[in-house]
């Protein structure tokens, strides 16, 4: 069974950094593509960034493209989300996602494992 834990969340302000870590146990890491996903008060969960097995191709929404880097370390079993110049509207809960088999995907119902997500809180 795979356990993925979040941390770095917390509280920033507009214009601010934040980096998020996704830590794994068991599974093989290296064999998952993995995903970052948010879910802001009353909406629903958003796809923010995925990564492919290597780490050589990496996709992400519109949205935080140019602002946003997610990275992994296959050797530390991680995943990264480096975020930049946050804005209030990205206020969420951010989780990381694992998905065995397949190339990345925006949809969530997709992927197999989830961590129990990080709080991020950005104030104006």
């Known amino acids: 069974q795979v356990q993925l834990v979040e941390s770095g969340g917390g509280l920033v302000q507009a214009g601010g950094s934040l980096r998020l870590s996704c830590a794994a146990s068991?599974?093989?890491?290296?064999?998952?593509?993995m995903a970052w996903f948010r879910r802001a008060p009353g909406k629903e969960r958003e796809f923010v960034a995925a990564?492919?097995?290597?780490?050589?191709?990496?996709y992400y929404a519109d949205s935080v493209k140019g602002r946003f880097t997610i990275s992994r370390d296959n050797a530390k079993r991680t995943v990264y989300l480096q975020m930049n110049s946050l804005k209030p509207e990205e206020t969420a809960v951010y989780c990381c996602?694992?998905?065995?088999?397949?190339?990345?995907?925006?949809?969530?119902?997709?992927?197999?494992?989830w961590g129990q997500g990080t709080q991020v809180t950005v104030s104006s």
């Open positions: 068991g599974g093989t890491f290296s064999t998952y593509t």
């Open positions: 996602a694992a998905r065995r088999r397949g190339e990345y995907v925006t949809d969530d119902v997709l992927y197999d494992y």
């Open positions: 990564i492919s097995r290597s780490g050589i191709s990496t």
